[in-house]
């Protein structure tokens, strides 16, 4: 028989389960002398740790959640016992029997449900005990795990790693046989924490790809990674303050990009806010954004394996910033605003603007993954499809180095594909950003990323290098096998393959280009188009079977920028998909020496390129 496993209850899922590790840092501290009080101001009474433990069975116990809407409803429970050193050495979570919320009523009955994280729970006289953070998954069962306020409290203070605990009888102290029974023998790992982002279902899965695929080593932007995001919907404006008891959301990103999640506050003394009973990344200090959230309803578990969910239908505008992401809580502060604007301004060809997609990165580990995703989402967005489509990108990334010295990087692409064009315009963008903030050549501040995205074409145009042409003063032949003069020119053109949507649909020429021909020259001239993907490395030859020949065997070394400016430079010098390389490769030879002679430049196609061509002329 499979045991009940405790989970954590924290919406951040807005539409799935929501768990953690029940692995914790050391023990509270001491509390002061005098009454205890959770704010400093004394306005919320609480029962310390040691008080709550002492709690006889049965001890009755009310609290705040939100099922609907905004606005808290109560909940009742009684004190069931708490497993001892569950949240860090000296540091226990109380067991509690809830009742109402929806957690003991329907067909099948909801439990202890993800979203309540944070819920407080207050003992008869209105003090606060502390905040529902973890649940019994399988059965639905009522018992919620609560992290004591008086260990909230210390939330931001050093503590040491955290250690993992197993149920044992022992630790169950003051539980009732009937809870022994069903807990004793589990043990309480990590479990991943999912996620949300803004797109609903349409850009879900994008979200998640463009997540992977973009850099960042931060333990944010790996724990993000691990849980991936479910769908939620875009902020929009709710009025209603942020309540003990009532619903906060938290982000990387906000607006448009919002990513993040949602639980419950447990208390508000003056302008700080207290959350959730759990970290959201254990990441210590942070900065993410603190918005109120609407409930459309809570779905309970029918499958015994999913857990219940509180489906969350609106996220509000920001309203302040989490500063700290501790284990036992998340603080924030109302009113204090941070981050960066991002915007993505969608045109179409004609260049008459569609639409606008913007938000504000308040989490720096994110700042890549939400600069990749908003032109990303843009694009499937506007051309209603699952990503097939042809669009120009241009990017302006704004940032500031330490003592003050601003600048900016530009660049553009132009993308096609039939079916993740969303995931082809994330790539560069999300790069050069991931760039500069992980660059140890400087410290870097992003200011502001803006791209303006042209949708040219609702079907993938590509072109591909099949051939190349030479005038001959009347008209275009091909050049393979053609002669050309020494001490003249020769005018040369590329032929491309056009495709729409994977489909060829026939040849068309490309751009003119006069190249001379040495004195000196003799024998074979070769010439090459390639697309920038199949460019070849600086001393290297492509023959006739298309084997690559390199002067030396393993190569220069790599071209590492050594400054910043150096770096910077690497990034704005991004060759477009578009451009191409020509190559005229001469032989010559005098009396004395011999040798190859290249020229290069390069080739513009009407659209992005792909392909290696190359045509032999005689030199007589």
Known sequence: MNRPILRWLSATALSGVVAATLVAPMSVASAAPGPAAFCADGSQPMVTQDEAVAFPEGEPVTGLTVVKGTQPVGFTGEYVGHVQDALGKGVDMLLFELSGAGIDTGNPRAGIWAGMSGSPVYAQDGRLIGAVAYGLNGDNLPI??????????????????????????????????????????????????????????????????????????????????????????????????????????????????????????????????WAFGHQMDFAGKTALSMHNASAALIVPDSTGGMGSFKQVSQVGQQVGTIDYDGYGALRGQIGRLSGFPVTTNVLNGSGKRLGTYSGTVVNRDMASFAAAYAPAFAAIDTLDNMGTGTARLSWRIGYTVRGGRAGTLTNTDVYASRGELGDYLASGIGNDVASLLETDLADVTITSVTSNLTLLSASATSYRHVGAQRWNGKAWVWASGTSVKRGQTVTVRPVYRLFRDGRPQGTVGGPARTFAIAKSARGTARLTYSAKSQQLPEGCEMDEDGDIWCDDEFGEEEDTPRTFTQLVTQLDALVPSTHGIVNLSQKWKSKRAKGVKQREGYSVAPGSITGTYTASLRVR
């Open 144 to 273: 919620a795990g609560v992290t004591p306020a008086e260990y909230m409290k210390q939330t931001g203070v050093d503590r040491v790693a955290p250690a993992r605990v197993s149920l044992t009888r022992s630790t169950l102290s003051g539980a009732s046989a009937a809870t022994e029974r069903a807990l004793a023998g589990t043990t309480l790992p990590r479990l991943k924490t999912q996620k949300v982002v803004a797109g609903g279902t349409k850009g879900n899965a994008l979200a998640n790809r463009t997540l992977k695929r973009v850099p960042g080593s931060s333990a944010t932007a790996r724990a993000a990674r691990a849980g991936g995001f479910a769908s939620v919907a875009a902020p929009t404006v709710i009025n209603d303050p942020l309540v003990p008891g009532g619903n906060v959301a938290v982000g990387y990103s906000t607006g448009d990009l919002f990513s993040g999640g949602v639980g419950t506050v447990t208390a508000v003394c003056g302008t700080t806010v």
